[in-house]
T-cell receptor
C-alpha cells in the first residue's frame, strides 16, 4: 500500500546549522510528493512539492529532491533560523482513483539561538 | 484574498454530546477536506467534499459526518462524543476536485471532558 515514513522528532539544532529531515515512501507508480509545515498555533502550509522523479522542490531556503531509486524526498536547508521551528510533514498524493493525500507522522524541529 | 476560516477556534464539550464545526474555504475553491490531528495518531483524513458531494472518506466511525453547501462552506458533525475525539480538526480547501494543493485553516481545538 501507500505510506510515508519520516524520521522521529524532535530534531534540535542550533541556529545556522544544516538541516536534514528524512522522508521515505512506499507507493505504486510515480506519486507527487510534498512537504508541509505547521507553525505553532497555525494550520499546515505547503512548503514545496515535486511531481516527478529527479524534480527538486524549493522554497524559503528549503529543498527536497524526488529520488525514485531510493524512494526518498528528504528535506534540507543549509542554515536554519529560530523562525524555522515548526512541525514538518511529508506527504504523497495517491495515483489511484481518489487521489487522497497520504501523510507522514510529522517531525518537530526546534532551533535554539 | 481571505484564507480558510474555521469556527469556533476552541470548543469544550462533555462525553455524549454532539458538536458541529464550520469551515469557509478560500473564495473560488470548491473542494474541502477535513482532518483530525492528534499527538498519538498524527494527521488523519476524515472526508473530502467537492461541489456538495462527498468524494472520499477516511476510516472513521459513522459518528463523524459532514456536508458541503452550495457556497462551498462545509460543516462536520460528531455525535455522541468520546474522550478520544479530543483533537485539532483541520479544514483544507483546494481549487479542484483532485486535492493537489491544499490550503489549511488554523483548526478547531476540540476538548471532550
Amino acid at each position: 500500500g501507500n505510506s510515508v515514513t519520516q524520521m522521529e522528532g524532535p530534531v534540535t539544532l542550533s541556529e545556522e546549522a544544516f538541516l536534514t529531515i528524512n522522508c521515505t515512501y512506499t507507493a505504486t507508480g510515480y506519486p507527487s510528493l510534498f512537504w508541509y509545515v505547521q507553525y505553532p498555533g497555525e494550520g499546515l502550509q505547503l512548503l514545496l512539492k515535486a511531481t516527478k522523479a529527479d524534480d527538486k522542490g524549493s522554497n524559503k531556503g528549503f529543498e527536497a529532491t524526488y529520488r525514485k531509486e531510493t524512494t526518498s524526498f528528504h528535506l534540507e536547508k543549509g542554515s536554519v533560523q529560530v523562525s524555522d521551528s515548526a512541525v514538518y510533514f511529508c506527504a504523497l498524493r495517491r495515483l489511484d482513483s481518489n487521489y487522497q493525500l497520504i501523510w507522514g507522522a510529522g517531525t518537530k524541529l526546534i532551533i535554539k539561538p | 484574498k481571505a484564507g480558510v476560516t474555521q469556527t469556533p477556534r476552541y470548543l469544550i464539550k462533555t462525553r455524549g454530546q454532539q458538536v458541529t464545526l464550520s469551515c469557509s474555504p478560500i473564495s473560488g475553491h470548491r473542494s474541502v477536506s477535513w482532518y483530525q490531528q492528534t499527538p498519538g495518531q498524527g494527521l488523519q483524513f476524515l472526508f473530502e467534499y467537492f461541489s456538495e458531494t462527498q468524494r472520499n472518506k477516511g476510516n472513521f466511525p459513522g459518528r463523524f459526518s459532514g456536508r458541503q453547501f452550495s457556497n462551498s462552506r462545509s460543516e462536520m458533525n460528531v455525535s455522541t462524543l468520546e474522550l478520544g475525539d479530543s483533537a485539532l480538526y483541520l479544514c483544507a480547501s483546494s481549487l479542484a476536485e483532485v486535492s493537489y494543493e491544499q490550503y489549511f485553516g488554523p483548526g478547531t481545538r476540540l476538548t471532550v471532558t
